[in-house]
């Protein structure tokens, strides 16, 4: 990133309206700490730039525009924007934004899990646990895999459907130190983000939060890809066969953010 505007992480739709942020000053300051990644199929694609935060004291936002420096004009996204089929909400995710505290996270990999799929959480019907993910969409699903990995998933579509987007895999925008201490792992490669719950510090506690209201964990405005990548989703082997095969793993072709296997995975 040039120290002028900052290079996003997915090839930009040139129609999307997406404000840069003049340059600041190189001092080091965590909290604000902003990263440089060029779309590469590099696992080297980030390097480390600092920003200043500004010298007037700031307090949180309670309307949708972001305080962090480096998203001074981007919008949280609003309920209605969920509230669609998981099948449709999946792509529209890929290079949206999720900030927590002083991380920033880009969508680079999702899958759908729709109403009546036999690999979603929802087949069991409501119970404490998948209570979420029949509420209406914009809320958060968090989970643990395995007793062990933190999945963190976006509600989708109108309540009682019982459908959500799975964010698989993200790329570092804000926040890096922080990040690597939450993951224990001093590492600037994409697997530092295959699984972006415990980057973001979240726990099962976190399910059921609104993803559209300032504050916590949001869910902000970002470019859409250029080109995305669609296969199959990864570790269903339970569900039917039709459910197995249909292509509802998304990811933004180009980028080194995205987990594996990537060999199932073709442009759409």
Known sequence: MSLSAPTLLVQMNPTHQFKPVASKSRKTVRSSQCLEGRTSHSSKAVTVRTRTKPSRKQT??????????????????????????????????????????????????????????????????????????????????????????????????????????????????????????????????????TGPGKALGITTEWSNHPLYTPGGLELLDGPEPDKILIGPRVGIEYALPEHVNALWRFAIAGSAWISAPKNTLRLS
């Open 60 to 193: 949180r936002p309670q309307s949708s525009p972001v305080s962090l420096p480096c998203f001074r004009n981007t919008t949280i996204l609003p309920p209605e924007f969920f509230q669609i089929d998981a099948l449709d909400l999946a792509p529209r995710l890929l290079g949206k934004f999720l900030r927590r505290d002083d991380v920033v996270l880009q969508i680079t990999e999702v899958e759908a899990y729709r109403p009546n799929d036999s690999a979603c959480h929802g087949r069991f019907g409501v119970t404490a646990r998948t209570a979420p993910v029949f509420g209406p969409g914009g809320h958060a699903y968090v989970y643990l895999c395995y007793g062990l990995h933190t999945m963190l998933n976006v509600v989708a579509d109108k309540e009682g459907a019982g459908a959500a987007v799975l964010i698989r895999a993200c790329a570092p925008v804000c926040g890096l130190e922080t990040i690597q201490e939450r993951r224990g792992q001093q590492t600037e490669k994409p697997i530092l983000l």
